[in-house]
């Protein structure tokens, strides 16, 4: 996975997740309302999970990491993986 970095110069990022433990996704389409109609699912449904909000990368131990994406769908995906991902190559623009 890559992520660009919000702050402008800030680089981009490749993350890798090694040994992942747990994966989590909680999509309900039935979040995916307009707040102007909340009966009514936004696109039908046809735009799937959503843009990416924003995500977090926390340490669980000394050996694990959690990294926690949200989306504006508001489905929350979290992964925990191994401390190797620490290392993450900085692939500045």
């Known amino acids: ?3 660009e970095q919000y ?3 800030a680089g981009i990022y490749e993350i890798q997740w090694l040994n992942v433990r747990k994966f989590l996704m909680d999509f309900d389409i039935k979040r995916n309302v307009d707040g102007n ?3 009514e699912i936004v696109f039908a449904g046809r735009k799937g999970l959503d843009d990416w ?3 977090e990368i ?3 131990s ?3 990491l959690q990294h926690e994406i949200l989306l504006f769908s508001q489905t929350k995906i979290l992964i925990h993986c191994s401390e190797k991902n620490k290392n993450l190559e900085n692939k500045m623009i």
Do not use: A, Q, T
Request: hydrophobic share 30%; with cysteine; net charge positive.
């Open 1 to 3: 996975m890559v992520i």
């Open 7 to 9: 702050e402008e110069g």
């Open 53 to 55: 909000g924003c995500d």
């Open 62 to 64: 000394k050996r694990k």
């Open 58 to 60: 926390l340490p669980l």
């Open 37 to 39: 109609k909340p009966n």
